[in-house]
């Protein structure tokens, strides 16, 4: 909640502000409500860095480190974006 702050202050401010979303977890898409007035554009990259798989093993995730799942989850936060007026930028 620290950083939502901060980000908020700076972007009041004037300051262009942006929040990556990475690795793209489960119900990622419910982060958009809390950028919305804070951020100017979210980036958007999926877990690309195998040394990192464990998590999503260890939290029984497995199917969620496909290609698939991010294309859909990455759709997902395009639209709660565009729902808000943010811009979107996807990684991959």
């Not at 620290?2 to 793209?24: F, K, N, S």
């Not at 950028?35 to 260890?58: C, F, P, Q, S």
């Amino acid at each position: 909640m620290e950083r939502l702050r901060t980000i908020d202050e700076l972007h009041r401010q004037g300051l262009t502000t942006y929040v990556m979303i990475a690795p793209v977890l489960p119900d990622a898409e419910k982060l958009v409500g809390l950028l919305e007035g804070k951020v100017d554009y979210v980036i958007v990259d999926r877990m690309n860095y195998h040394h990192a798989d464990w998590i999503y093993v260890k939290q029984g995730w497995g199917e969620k480190r496909t290609d698939g799942y991010f294309r859909m989850a990455g759709s997902r936060i395009a639209a709660e974006c565009g729902k808000r007026g943010i811009n979107c930028r996807l990684a991959y």
